[in-house]
């Protein structure tokens, strides 16, 4: 059996490449907690009814600090875009289609995040991707003071 000398207060190899995987992992996890559901939420308004709207207030949409102002059954309606809406690219007046539920309209969201946040979702896994691929790259660099024979 091999024994791996490990300098005082170091990890392990296997220690050293399952710690932070084990991390990003865990990471992966809670994301997905909570993507999902606001996936979920803006997946509801694809049936909903559709109206032509102009940002009110723009911010962090992706932290649900936008709003959006539109006409409905003869009133003007300033609605909330939930969490993980993509309208903060865009400044306050930029004209957007909004769907929304005909019987809660304070609640919008932009027709181009009704998919169901995908683009957040690729993230997440090209994190994780990206992650495997530096912890494989860390175990093929040769580690200062050791020969190939060393093992």
């Known amino acids: 059996m091999r024994q791996h000398k490990v300098a005082a207060g170091g990890l392990g190899p296997l220690a050293s490449t399952l710690v932070p995987l084990g991390l990003a992992l865990s990471l992966a996890a ?6 999902l559901p606001a996936a979920r939420h803006l997946r509801s308004f694809q049936d909903g009814e559709r ?8 911010g962090s949409c992706m932290l649900g600090q936008c709003k959006v ?3 409905t059954a003869g009133r003007t309606v300033v609605a909330e875009l939930p969490v993980g809406s993509g309208g903060g690219k865009n400044s306050a007046g930029t004209q957007m289609i909004v769907r929304y539920h005909a019987d809660k309209p304070q609640v919008a969201a932009g027709e181009d995040d009704v998919g169901g946040g995908g683009a957040a979702l690729l993230f997440l896994v090209l994190s994780v ?3 495997v691929f530096v912890v494989r790259q860390r175990r093929v660099r040769p580690v200062p003071g050791r020969t190939p024979q060393d093992g």
């Open 30 to 35: 809670m994301s997905l907690l909570v993507m």
């Open 51 to 58: 109206a032509s709207g102009t940002l009110h207030t723009s």
């Open 69 to 71: 102002e539109f006409e």
């Open 129 to 131: 991707v990206a992650r």
